[in-house]
Antibody
């Protein structure tokens, strides 16, 4: 059974930093690209960042480029999101999501998601 | 970026009825690369449909997707109590950023 478990969320002041983790199990982690998707309170979903299984390709949304860094440790089946220079508008539930098994290249849907971790940026 | 607009924002129906949810794209979605998700509060989003009309593993056949180009539809025949949730569409036909619709809340009438 595929499981994705996010952790690391919390309350942080504007300008601060936070590191999210996503522990994966139930599939060959290194075979799949992974992404972070967020949902601000009362808003829809926003794709944030993605990384290929071999770590060679990384993509970011313009809204986080230069502030967030995605990484993964395939030996520990874990995905990370380092978030720096946080802003109030980064307040959201952050989900990690696995690339869909029948996706092709970077045209991807997400077949498994975690339950999310809440990040609140406020003074 | 492709914008997705879902309608209606809220749909009020009774169990046993049929639900029709719409997702319209600002430009044609390449290869009908459109997915639908179900999301309940506090839970992980659940993939229902990919490639516009392919049901994901374990999804009941009362869920079906259709459409191409800019207009897509999720249909749920014979609503069950557990189907009341928020539904999102997502396009993945172009390189990132992948975009989502704003969601349709399906509520019990």
């Amino acid at each position: 059974e595929v499981q994705l478990l996010e952790s690391g969320g919390g309350l942080v002041q504007p300008g601060g930093s936070l590191r999210l983790s996503c522990a994966a199990s139930g599939f060959t982690f290194s075979d799949y690209a992974m992404s972070w998707v967020r949902q601000a309170p009362g808003k829809g979903m926003e794709w944030v960042s993605g990384m290929s299984g071999d770590t060679k390709t990384i993509r970011y949304a313009d809204s986080v480029k230069g502030r967030f860094t995605i990484s993964r440790d395939n030996s520990k089946n874990t995905l990370f999101l380092q978030m720096n220079s946080l802003r109030a508008e980064d307040t959201a539930v952050y989900y990690c999501a696995k690339k869909g098994a029948y996706s092709s290249g970077w045209s991807m849907y997400f077949d498994y998601w975690g339950q999310g971790t809440m990040v609140t940026v406020s003074s | 970026d492709i914008m997705l607009t879902q309608s209606p924002d809220t749909l009020s129906l009774s169990p046993g009825e049929r639900a029709t949810l719409s997702c319209r794209a600002s430009q044609s979605v390449t290869s009908s690369y459109l997915a639908w998700y179900q999301h309940k509060p506090g839970q992980a989003p659940r993939l229902l449909i990919y490639a516009a009309s392919s049901r994901a593993t374990g999804i009941p056949d009362r869920f079906s997707g259709s459409g191409s180009g800019t207009d897509f539809t999720l249909t749920i025949t014979r609503l069950e109590p557990e189907d009341f949730a928020v539904y999102y569409c997502q396009q993945y036909g172009t390189s990132p950023p992948f975009t989502f619709g704003q969601g349709t809340k399906l509520e019990i009438k």
